[in-house]
C-alpha cells in the first residue's frame, strides 16, 4: 500500500466529531446555549486538533517522499503523541526532540510514542530554546537527511486548512470558543471565520502580546480582523500550572457536563468560560460553541 493511501485512510475515512448539548444552572440562568464540540473524539489515537493541524502538513510530507517525520514537545506531548501514532499508520519513522530528561521515556506518554516506533532525543531547557532558530534548525536537518521538520504543536501555515474544515461541521453560532496554546488552530479557524460568528480563544498560558502576533504571524489578515479575542486572565499562572481549587472546579465541571475535562489545555478554557459566563461576558440569548481540543495526555501524567 502506497503511503498516500494510507493518508487517505488515515484523513479521508474518519468521520465528524459529534456535537454535544451542554446542561448547566448556569447557562439557564443567563440564558445561553452550549454546544459541545467532541473532536477528543474524533480519532482513537491521534488527539483533536493535533489531527487536523497534522492532516496537510502529512500530506505534503507523503508527496515529497519525506524520509521521515520530526518534531518537538515536552515529556507529555500531544503533539509528539499524535506524531508518532500517525507515523506508524503511514510506515514513516519519527523522531520527537523532547524537552527534559531521559527517565521521562517510560511515562505513558513517550511509552506510547516509543511503542509506534518514535526515537525520542531528549535535550535540556537552554537546547529546546533553540528549536526555533535557522542554524539548529539545519543541523538538525543535516544529521536527519529527508526528514520533514515540523514546528512544535504542529502550527505552521499548511495546518490552516485543516483545521479549517472543521466550519463545516459546525453550526451556526454567535461565538467559538476554544483554547490556545501554539496558536495554530486559532489562526487556521480564523482563516475562514464566518461574518457572524466571533472566536475567543481562551490562553492557557501566559501570553500577553505575543501570542496574539503569533497567530497574526500564521495568519497575517487576524491582525485587521475584529471578531476574536483572546481571553489572557485564565491560564492559573503560566503552561501547565493549576492550583488546587482549579482542578476540584475542573473536576466538578467535567461531571456536570459530561465529558472529560484536563487542567492544562480544554479544561482550563472550559473553566475560564464557565467565569466568563457567571460574569455576564456573554450577552443573554447567545448561542455558544466549544471547541473541545482533545488533548488528553495530561490527565495521564497527573497534570
Not at 473532536?39 to 493535533?50: E, F, M, T, V
Not at 521521562?104 to 506518554?109: H, Q
Not at 529527508?146 to 490552516?160: D, K, T
Not at 483545521?163 to 488552530?185: H, K, M, Q
Request: glycine content about 12%; hydrophobic content about 40%; proline content about 7%.
Amino acid at each position: 500500500m502506497s503511503h498516500l493511501l494510507r493518508w487517505r485512510r488515515l484523513f479521508d475515512a474518519v468521520p465528524p466529531s459529534p456535537l454535544q448539548w451542554a446542561r448547566h444552572p448556569l447557562l439557564t440562568r443567563h440564558g445561553l446555549d452550549l454546544m459541545i464540540k467532541r473532536d477528543d473524539l474524533l480519532h482513537p489515537r491521534i488527539s483533536g486538533n493535533k489531527w487536523r493541524k497534522l492532516k496537510y502538513v502529512l500530506r505534503q510530507a507523503v508527496s515529497e517522499q519525506a524520509s521521515g517525520l520530526l518534531s518537538f514537545g515536552g515529556a507529555w506531548s500531544n503533539h509528539l503523541h499524535a506524531l508518532a501514532a500517525a507515523g506508524q499508520t503511514l510506515e514513516l519513522p519519527t523522531l520527537g526532540v523532547v524537552r527534559g530528561e531521559p527517565e521521562y521515556a517510560d511515562n505513558p506518554t513517550l511509552a506510547d510514542a516509543r511503542h509506534w516506533g518514535m526515537t525520542l532525543a531528549f535535550v535540556d531547557r537552554r537546547q529546546y530554546r533553540r528549536r526555533q532558530e535557522p542554524d539548529w534548525l539545519a543541523a538538525l536537518a543535516q544529521r536527519h537527511p529527508g526528514y520533514r521538520l515540523i514546528p512544535e504543536g504542529g502550527s505552521c501555515a499548511l495546518a490552516l486548512p485543516g483545521v479549517a474544515e472543521l466550519w463545516r461541521e459546525l453550526a451556526p453560532a454567535d461565538a467559538l470558543i476554544l483554547p490556545v496554546a501554539s496558536g495554530g488552530t486559532l489562526a487556521g479557524l480564523l482563516s475562514a471565520r464566518p461574518a457572524d460568528t466571533r472566536i475567543i480563544g481562551y490562553a492557557v498560558l501566559k501570553g500577553d502580546g505575543w501570542l496574539a502576533e503569533t497567530v497574526s504571524g500564521l495568519y497575517p489578515p487576524a491582525a485587521r480582523d475584529p471578531g476574536w479575542r483572546l481571553r489572557l486572565g485564565y491560564h492559573g499562572g503560566g503552561y501547565a500550572k493549576c492550583s488546587a481549587d482549579d482542578r476540584q472546579r475542573i473536576a466538578r465541571l467535567a461531571s456536570e457536563l459530561a465529558v472529560p475535562l484536563e487542567p492544562v489545555y480544554s479544561g482550563k478554557a472550559m473553566l475560564g468560560l464557565f467565569r466568563d459566563i457567571e460574569a455576564g461576558y456573554y450577552p443573554a440569548g447567545s448561542r455558544l460553541i466549544f471547541l473541545h481540543t482533545g488533548g488528553l495526555q495530561g490527565v495521564r501524567g497527573g497534570l
